[in-house]
Every structure is written in C-alpha cells, then in structure tokens.
C-alpha cells in the first residue's frame, strides 16, 4: 500500500485539488442560489413596432439612429401601445407633424439625450420637449433624443448638426448617471442591448481617456461574450457581475463622462451656442463639474422612489407623462431666468 501511494502520489495528489475545488465551486453555486442570485438567462425584447419591425437604422458615425416614419410600439408584457413620429432626418416630432412649415424660420432649442429625451414609451405628445415647445411657441425646439443614447452620441449630433451650418441659440444636454456606462461601452452596457439588435442593426461610438488624459473614440458592434457556464451556473454569473462592476472603475466612465460634457461646451462655445447641461436624475457631483466649469446647470430630475407615478407603470420604467410635465416645467423656468433673448430673432 505504502508503495503504491508512493507510486502515485501525484495523482492521489491532483484528485484531491480536483475534489477540493469542485466543493468549493458547489458550495459556492448553492451559497450564490441562496442568496436569491441564478444563472443568466438572455432577456427577451418583448416589443412590437408597426409597421416595419424595425425602429433603427444604420449611422456611420452615431452607430444607430432612428428611423423615419411613423410607428406603433407595443409593450406586449402589458398589451400597451404608444405612437412615435420621426422626421424625415429621423428626430422626433415636438409639434404636429401638419404644422411644420420651412418657409417659417425661428431661433432653435435643442434638447440632446437619450430615451428620456426621445420619449419612449410615450405618444408624441406626451414628451417633455414637445411640451416645452408648447409653452414657447417663440421657439422651435429640436428633440435629439433617442433610445440608449449616452452623452457621446450628442457630442457627435452636437458637432455634425453645427459643420452643416445650423445654429441654436440653446443647446441643452440632458444627462444622466446611466449614460456613463454607454460612454464607455463596457461589458454591463454590452449585456444589456444586445438583444436590442432584433429591432434593427445596432452599432455603438464609446470613448476611453489615453495616457494623457484626451479622449480617443471607437466604433464597434453590438456583441457581448459570456462566461463560461454562466447560462447554468449561479456563481459563474455572480461572478461576471462583480467583473463587470471592477471594469466600469478601471475605465473611469465618470471622467469619461465629463470629459464629454466639457468638449460639448466648448464645442457650442466655439459656435457661440449657449449651452446648458440639465441633469434628469439627481447628480450632484455632474452639476458641481458644470459650476465648476463655468457651465450652466441645472436639475430637472424628479424623483422616482418617492413618487412612482412619475414612471410609466406597470407598463414601463421610463418616465410618465406626469414626469415629463415637471421635466418641462423647470427646464422652461430655467431658460426664462435669464437664457433665453427677450425678443428672439425670427
């Protein structure tokens, strides 16, 4: 016996390593489930859009944007319905869509952002910009906002919108903490919209920050890459989550972020834009940086946890109409405490 175990003592040895880890990964599966924590399941997008199927197009340089038309998105969870109109540059509607008249020129407001901005889950008429407009009709205002938007994608709308020769006299970023992770386009971001691809090519711009500091700019595809096992086992998934959150700090998505926001500014700035950043989600620390920077600022956020009717339920997390009204309300007090010209140029 002794001679046999000497004989084979690597062996002996590797199969107790072998069995020492697959308990230590079967405790850690059971302690993961218990923690209420399961294997990952690919989300389904339970949405319709008519006609078509589609609501995005390729974008050479914003990845994705909208298509042009008019559509019905139904949530099917709730069997909800909502109607979108896009222009034919494919930007949303902020009045009816019989009223727009190009031989009628007014002084612009732009509103850059994400799905808050564009109103999804929402009628035309439902969205904060649409009810801006209504309360300055002296006004046109341009809703950039789209979904999954982050805040490089209205830098870029910024920049291409202003070398085609047109001119705001307001240009409004509408930012949210959320919009860090697409900034950057980590693996959260990635899982997350891939699924999204069903409703037409999706495409994503991120920006990193170099050695020195600047901001360097990609281009690449929807895809998202699984851990290994982590469709059967809980711990394999657990541990992509704790991955994925070491990845969103080592990447500073934050400063990212504001690095964007600065080059917005200066952008409008070189333009002799105004430009103004409103936070729709409480942030104290963006609205420091604007302050900081010399940029205005401004919170029109509400808030979600105190007030769930302020979001689209059960339909929808995104904001209600209820929501939009107070989104509009304080951007227009904020534009009329010294924004905007008391008599705009027609």
């Known amino acids: 016996m002794k001679e046999f175990l000497q004989k084979h003592k690597v062996l ?14 079967g405790g850690g599966e059971l302690i993961t489930r218990m923690k209420g ?16 199927g589609k609501f995005f197009r390729k974008h050479p340089t914003l990845g994705y944007a909208s298509l042009p038309g008019q559509f019905t998105v139904t949530l099917l969870r709730t069997n909800y319905s909502f109607h979108v109109t896009h222009l034919p540059n494919g930007l949303r509607v902020t009045h009816p869509l019989n009223t727009y008249d190009p031989s009628v020129r007014k ?28 309360h300055l009709p002296e006004y046109e205002v341009i809703n950039f906002g789209f979904s999954g938007y982050g805040t490089i994608h209205s830098l870029i709308q910024l920049r291409e919108a202003l070398a085609a020769g047109k001119k705001p006299e307001i240009a409004v970023l509408a930012y949210a903490d959320m919009h860090d992770e697409r900034n950057t386009f980590l693996r959260k971001r990635r899982k997350s919209i891939a699924p999204w691809n069903r409703l037409g ?37 657990f541990t992509e989550i704790k991955w994925n959150e070491l990845e969103q700090k080592l990447k500073q998505s934050r400063k990212v972020s504001e690095a964007l926001v600065l080059e917005m500014a200066n952008t409008a700035r070189q333009h002799g834009v105004k430009f103004i950043l409103a936070t729709i989600g409480k942030d104290p620390q963006m609205l420091a940086f604007a302050e900081k920077n010399g940029i205005p600022n401004v919170d029109i956020s509400v808030n979600f946890r105190k007030n769930p009717k302020y979001m689209n339920l059960p339909h929808d997390g995104h904001p209600s109409p209820l929501a939009t009204k107070e989104y509009a309300k304080h951007l227009e007090a904020f534009l009329r405490n010294g924004q905007l010209n008391e008599h705009p140029a027609q």
Not at 12 to 25: G, P, Q, R
Not at 43 to 52: L, N, T, W
Not at 201 to 230: C, H, I, W
């Open 107 to 134: 002084p612009e407001i732009w509103i850059l952002g994400c799905s808050f901005t564009h109103g999804w889950s929402l009628n035309d008429e439902d969205t904060y910009p649409w009810r801006l407009q209504e």
């Open 12 to 25: 002996l040895y590797a199969a107790y390593l072998l069995s020492l880890i697959f308990l230590l990964l």
């Open 37 to 52: 924590m399961r294997p990952w399941r690919i989300s389904d997008v339970p949405v319709r859009v008519e006609p078509g």
């Open 201 to 237: 090519p999706l495409v994503q711009p991120y920006a990193r920050l170099d050695n020195d500091g600047k901001l360097s700019y990609y281009l690449d595809e929807v895809e998202y890459t699984e851990f290994p096992l982590m469709r059967y086992s809980a711990l394999s998934h």
